[in-house]
Each structure stands twice: as structure tokens, then as C-alpha cells.
């Protein structure tokens, strides 16, 4: 079955950087659609950056912040994260969905780790 495990949370201060992991099996990782969603306390889930065979697009939160990419031949994507601020603080989800065009908010989600921003 889908498994995704992340990793690479914790707490960072305003201006750093953190890279999270996740690491897919269970099906064939180039032909899902790899994606970070994040939720904040008392907050809706929403998507932070998606990436479907070299094409990514990002939430306007993050943009030229946060950069998301897949090693294939690791079945691992991920989600390096710079400047980041306080209202990045959240549970990080990893997705994944089967071809370029699923529903957001479609597919498998791994158990989420937390990242937490603050001096």
C-alpha cells in the first residue's frame, strides 16, 4: 500500500532554513503528483508546493522561499525551506496523488511533521 514517511521538522528561528523529507513506497513514484501541504493551528489545510515531472508551482506564501524537488531514484521529494517566519509554523504534510491533474487534496498523505518558527 501508499506509504509516505517524512522527516526534517523542529524548531528553526525567523530567517532559517529547514529541508523536508519524504520518503514514498507502495507505488510507482514518477507517476504521482508529489505535493507539501501545511496546517496551522486553528487553521484550514492548504497546499504549499507541488511537483509533477519537473513542473512545480507554489503557494503565494512562499514563493522564491520555498523550493520542492524529487529524487526519483530515491523515492523521495523535497521541500527545502529558507527565510522562513513565524506564520510558517505548521504541521508539513507530504501528498500524493496519481497523474498531473488529481484534485487537490486527493491521494495518500504521510503523518505530518511539525515545523515550528520562532525565536
Known amino acids: 500500500q501508499v506509504q509516505l514517511v517524512e522527516s526534517g521538522g523542529g524548531l528553526v528561528q525567523p530567517g532559517g532554513s529547514l529541508k523536508l523529507s519524504c520518503v514514498a513506497s507502495g507505488f510507482t513514484f514518477t507517476s504521482y503528483r508529489m505535493s507539501w501541504y501545511r496546517q496551522a493551528p486553528g487553521k484550514e489545510r492548504e497546499m504549499v508546493a507541488a511537483?509533477?515531472?519537473?513542473?512545480?508551482n507554489y503557494a503565494d506564501s512562499v514563493k522564491g522561499r520555498f523550493t520542492i524537488y524529487r529524487d526519483n531514484a530515491k523515492n523521495t521529494v523535497y521541500l527545502q525551506m529558507n527565510s522562513l517566519k513565524p506564520e510558517d509554523t505548521a504541521v508539513y504534510y507530504c501528498?500524493?496523488?496519481?497523474?498531473?491533474?488529481?484534485?487537490?487534496?486527493?491521494?495518500?498523505w504521510g503523518q505530518g511533521t511539525q515545523v515550528t518558527v520562532s525565536s
Open positions: 511537483e509533477r515531472s519537473g513542473f512545480t
Open positions: 501528498n500524493a496523488a496519481y497523474g498531473a491533474y488529481a484534485p487537490p487534496f486527493s491521494g495518500a
